[in-house]
């Protein structure tokens, strides 16, 4: 249905407006003119579809509409920088119950990047499976090689021409120069000058001068484990002595020698009637120190670990539990509102009762009388109160 028929139909007073105004206008021609225009609304709307969905991938053919009639159709085509494979349908009908026929932009596909190949010892892989604008290539090198260049390219909307964010990295062959020289020693390999990855070399200590050998503190075996990065930092050379260790109250079970070099290990015991804070092993580190370091033997029996008493128990501190029942709370405010209804009942009862009694009474002795009657009633009720 139509709107110029709805209007014809409408059983208003007033057909011509123009006539209405030239009179003051009665209140029953207004109620028509309002009439006609709700069922004209009602009409146009009733009988319409909103405008159609709308869609990320599509748009409609032509301008939109404020409402549709039943059985209109629409059309459908891809936005701009999306393309169109067959066969998903790309068009609409406003149907009887006033809902669009249902439709997807499924047909449209977004516009795709150049293809990038695998970069010579690397590979490149679309990250979310798709060459698609809006997504991501991914790039990694095979072991002993290392990219030069951006590790994410993104397919990005240049205008409405998808292109790469960045151009594609390289994958260069992973090398290290050789690793630092040291002071009282030396490695393998030292005529090399180019390491390959996972190339190693092996540090050792010279022969000491005096009476106390060097010890080789740190790693000894380096290897090349990146573009220019050795697995650790160079060992030293040098003489570790450690003091020699003395427990009071205590003696020593294991690791005698004159001499305490690098890495010597040393336990302890307590005499009889003390025991050992710390702890019983150390090793000679290093920095000539014994690490963790030597141990105490006190007086007495080995202390069990003592136990601090919770803090809600301590005399003050008063459990914020106790003493006041969230579920007492409850019961106390559900009988406070109990008492508040009973309250406000009771006492519209008694208004109720008084006015009807007033009207009983009023109605034989009249208005006259009203004020007499007013003043007599007060009275005679004041004295029970
Ligand atoms: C409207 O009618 C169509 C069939 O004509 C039906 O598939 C659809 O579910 C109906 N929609 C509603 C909201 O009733
Ligand atoms: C694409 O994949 C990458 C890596 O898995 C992820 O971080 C990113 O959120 C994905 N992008 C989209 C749009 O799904
Ligand atoms: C045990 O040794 C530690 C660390 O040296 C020290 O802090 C602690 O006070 C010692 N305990 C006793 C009971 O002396
Ligand atoms: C010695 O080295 C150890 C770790 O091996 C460290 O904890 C300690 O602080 C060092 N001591 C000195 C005096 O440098």
Same mark, same amino acid.
């Not at 709700?38 to 009409?43: G, M, Q, R």
């Not at 085509?77 to 609409?92: D, E, L, R, S």
């Not at 992973?174 to 690793?179: A, Q």
């Given at each position: 249905?139509?709107?110029?028929?709805?209007?014809?139909?409408?059983?208003?007073?007033?057909?011509?407006?123009?006539?209405?105004?030239?009179?003051?206008?009665?209140?029953?021609?207004?109620?028509?003119?309002?009439?006609?225009?709700?069922?004209?609304?009602?009409?146009?709307?009733?009988?319409?579809?909103?405008?159609?969905?709308?869609?990320?991938?599509?748009?409609?053919?032509?301008?939109?509409?404020?409402?549709?009639?039943?059985?209109?159709?629409?059309?459908?085509?891809?936005?701009?920088?999306?393309?169109?494979?067959?066969?998903?349908?790309?068009?609409?009908?406003?149907?009887?119950?006033?809902?669009?026929?249902?439709?997807?932009?499924?047909?449209?596909?977004?516009?795709?990047?150049?293809?990038?190949?695998?970069?010579?010892?690397?590979?490149?892989?679309?990250?979310?499976?798709?060459?698609?604008?809006?997504?991501?290539?991914?790039?990694?090198?095979?072991?002993?090689?290392?990219?030069?260049?951006?590790?994410?390219?993104?397919?990005?909307?240049?205008?409405?021409?998808?292109?790469?964010?960045?151009?594609?990295?390289?994958?260069?062959?992973?090398?290290?120069?050789?690793?630092?020289?040291?002071?009282?020693?030396?490695?393998?390999?030292?005529?090399?000058?180019?390491?390959?990855?996972?190339?190693?070399?092996?540090?050792?200590?010279?022969?000491?001068?005096?009476?106390?050998?060097?010890? /080789?503190? $740190?790693?000894?075996?380096?290897? !090349?484990? *990146?573009?220019?990065? @050795?697995?650790?930092?160079? +060992? %030293? =050379?040098?003489?570790?002595?450690?003091?020699?260790?003395?427990?009071?109250?205590?003696?020593?079970?294991?690791?005698?020698?004159?001499?305490?070099?690098?890495?010597?290990?040393?336990?302890?015991?307590?005499?009889?009637?003390?025991? /050992?804070? $710390?702890?019983?092993?150390?090793? !000679?580190? *290093?920095?000539?120190? @014994?690490?963790?370091?030597? +141990? %105490? =033997?006190?007086?007495?029996?080995?202390?069990?670990?003592?136990?601090?008493?919770?803090?809600?128990?301590?005399?003050?501190?008063?459990?914020?539990?106790?003493?006041?029942?969230?579920?007492?709370?409850?019961?106390?405010?559900?009988? /406070?509102?109990?008492?508040?209804?009973?309250?406000?009942?009771?006492?519209?009862?008694?208004?109720?009762?008084?006015?009807?009694?007033?009207?009983?009474?009023?109605?034989?002795?009249?208005?006259?009388?009203?004020?007499?009657?007013?003043?007599?009633?007060?009275?005679?009720?004041?004295?029970?109160?």
């Amino acid at each position: 249905m139509t709107a110029s028929s709805a209007s014809r139909k409408a059983p208003a007073r007033c057909q011509e407006p123009a006539r209405c105004q030239e009179r003051p206008l009665p209140s029953r021609c207004l109620f028509g003119i309002i009439l006609v225009a709700l069922v004209f609304l009602l009409f146009t709307y009733s009988d319409a579809c909103d405008p159609p969905p709308t869609f990320e991938a599509m748009q409609l053919i032509g301008k939109p509409k404020p409402y549709y009639e039943v059985g209109e159709e629409v059309k459908y085509q891809c936005k701009p920088a999306y393309f169109y494979i067959p066969p998903i349908a790309m068009y609409t009908v406003c149907e009887l119950n006033h809902t669009w026929l249902p439709v997807t932009d499924d047909g449209c596909f977004r516009l795709t990047c150049s293809v990038i190949k695998d970069p010579a010892n690397g590979r490149a892989v679309p990250a979310n499976g798709t060459w698609e604008w809006g997504y991501q290539l991914h790039f990694s090198c095979n072991e002993g090689y290392y990219l030069i260049g951006k590790q994410i390219l993104y397919c990005e909307l240049k205008g409405l021409r998808p292109q790469w964010s960045d151009k594609p990295p390289r994958c260069e062959k992973i090398l290290c120069s050789p690793p630092a020289k040291i002071k009282n020693g030396k490695y393998t390999f030292s005529d090399i000058e180019i390491f390959e990855y996972l190339e190693a070399v092996t540090y050792s200590c010279d022969p000491a001068p005096g009476p106390d050998e060097y010890s /080789l503190v $740190g790693e000894s075996l380096l290897y !090349c484990a *990146g573009s220019g990065v @050795w697995s650790s930092a160079p +060992p %030293e =050379c040098k003489v570790v002595k450690c003091p020699f260790p003395v427990l009071k109250n205590g003696r020593q079970i294991s690791g005698f020698g004159k001499k305490f070099s690098y890495k010597a290990m040393v336990m302890f015991e307590c005499i009889e009637g003390f025991y /050992l804070n $710390g702890s019983d092993t150390v090793v !000679c580190e *290093g920095n000539s120190t @014994w690490q963790p370091p030597i +141990p %105490e =033997c006190l007086k007495g029996p080995k202390p069990t670990h003592p136990t601090k008493p919770p803090v809600s128990n301590y005399p003050g501190y008063p459990n914020p539990r106790e003493g006041f029942d969230f579920d007492e709370f409850e019961a106390l405010i559900i009988a /406070l509102m109990i008492l508040i209804i009973i309250v406000a009942v009771a006492i519209t009862g008694v208004c109720l009762y008084k006015y009807l009694q007033k009207r009983k009474k009023r109605k034989p002795e009249g208005k006259v009388e009203y004020t007499a009657y007013h003043h007599k009633a007060t009275t005679a009720e004041a004295p029970p109160k």
